[in-house]
């Protein structure tokens, strides 16, 4: 056991460190939630400054835990949403069967209404597995990985050649493999006006879910 000689050695310590550093609590703000300051009202009656201090971190960590809680619901209603319009887009696609080119319009039409795209490019195989657009083997090589990719920087040169006078108001996208079979048969490129709406960082699950359900109906309407 200690004695209090040996107490009050360790207690000047402490005093004599937190003199040296007088912003220690300061950076260190962490600890005051662990601190106990007895009564803490000062001589006329106000909170003491340091319990003042100690009621901030608190209320900072529970703001940061609120925002965390909102931010997870946030992301569960937007997943809800996308399932919901994925549903609705497979329902849209099962109502007929139709050749490619009108395959083609139709899916492009509910990926915009559905998903509130801007402008969609759908390039696809042919039975030998090429595709005659120019800019195909550039935008395959971004999903030869089989997964979807979102870019805000993408070149106007590209832009241009896959939205035609319709690309300049394009600012992100997100370039879809088309599977089938655990190939590729082609790629559809989403063009949003919002730099924000593709980003690089943002997931891709749901993005390629389009992709295996658009895939699918493309070559199961041949």
């Known amino acids: 056991m200690m004695s209090d000689n040996q107490i009050m050695i360790k207690t000047q310590e402490v005093i004599d460190y937190l003199k040296q550093h007088p912003s220690f609590f300061e950076e260190n703000q962490e600890l005051l939630r662990y601190l106990d300051f007895g009564d803490a009202r000062d001589k006329k009656g106000g909170a003491a400054p340091f319990y003042e201090r100690q009621l901030k971190v608190w209320k900072d960590r529970e703001n940061q ?4 809680i909102d931010l997870i619901v946030d992301s569960a209603k937007t997943n809800q949403r996308l399932e919901s319009d994925l549903l609705e887009m497979a329902i849209g696609l099962l109502s007929g ?3 490619r080119k009108d395959a083609v319009k139709t899916v492009i039409a509910l990926v915009k209404r559905q998903f509130n795209i801007n402008d969609v490019a759908i390039l696809l195989n042919n039975e030998e597995g090429a595709c005659g657009h120019p800019k195909y083997d550039d935008v395959r090589q971004r999903v030869v990985h089989q997964s979807s990719i979102c870019d805000d920087r993408v070149s106007s040169h590209l832009l241009e050649a ?3 006078e319709n690309f300049k108001a394009i600012k992100s996208c997100a370039f879809v493999p088309l599977i089938f079979s655990d190939e590729i048969k082609g790629v559809m490129v989403l063009g949003s006006t919002s730099e924000a709406r593709f980003q690089p960082r943002i997931g891709v699950m749901f993005l390629d879910r389009l992709g295996l359900l658009a ?5 199961g309407g041949k």
């Open 65 to 68: 835990q609120q925002t965390k």
């Open 215 to 219: 895939g699918g109906y493309f070559q």
């Open 97 to 99: 069967r139709q050749n």
């Open 162 to 164: 896959l939205f035609n």
